[in-house]
C-alpha cells in the first residue's frame, strides 16, 4: 500500500490528554490496515507553539516517537528534557509522559504506538 503526502486523514484534537492548544494527526495507516491485531496508531503529530499534549500514562503498549521538526520539553516518566529534530522518544510499561512546543515553529514528530 502507498499513500502519497498531502492525501492522509488528518484530525484535530483540543486539549489533547489535557495538554494545552490544538495537535494536529495526520494518520499515515489505520489499525485495519495493519495485518497486526497489536498496531494502534501511525501518525504525524504536528503541534504549533506553545501546544502540548498532557501528561498520560501507557499501560499495556508502547509509543514511539521520531522527532521531524521544531523543539520540544518533553516529560518523561521522573525525566523532563528538551528535545528537537532526530530525537527519539520511547515510553510504555506504565510509564508516563507528556509534552509542549517550547519552540517558535510546528513541532512534529511521527508517532507510532503498538499494544502488547
Not at 7 to 21: A, D, F, L, T
Not at 37 to 50: D, E, H, Q, T
Not at 60 to 82: I, N, P
Not at 92 to 113: C, K, P, Q, T, Y
Amino acid at each position: 500500500m502507498i499513500k502519497h503526502s498531502g492525501g492522509y486523514e488528518s484530525e484535530q484534537r483540543v486539549n489533547m490528554r489535557g495538554g494545552p492548544g490544538t495537535v494536529t494527526l495526520e494518520h499515515f495507516f489505520r489499525k485495519g490496515e495493519f495485518g497486526g491485531s497489536k498496531f494502534k496508531v501511525c501518525a504525524r503529530l504536528i503541534l504549533p507553539p506553545g501546544a502540548g499534549i498532557g501528561l498520560h500514562a501507557h499501560e499495556g503498549e508502547d509509543e514511539a516517537w521520531l522527532v521531524v521538526k521544531g523543539r520540544a520539553r518533553v516529560t518523561d516518566g521522573a525525566t523532563t528534557s528538551e528535545v528537537g529534530a532526530g530525537d527519539a522518544i520511547i515510553t510504555g510499561r506504565g510509564e508516563s509522559h507528556g509534552l509542549v512546543n517550547s519552540g517558535d515553529e510546528a513541532f512534529e514528530a511521527i508517532a507510532i504506538i503498538v499494544a502488547y
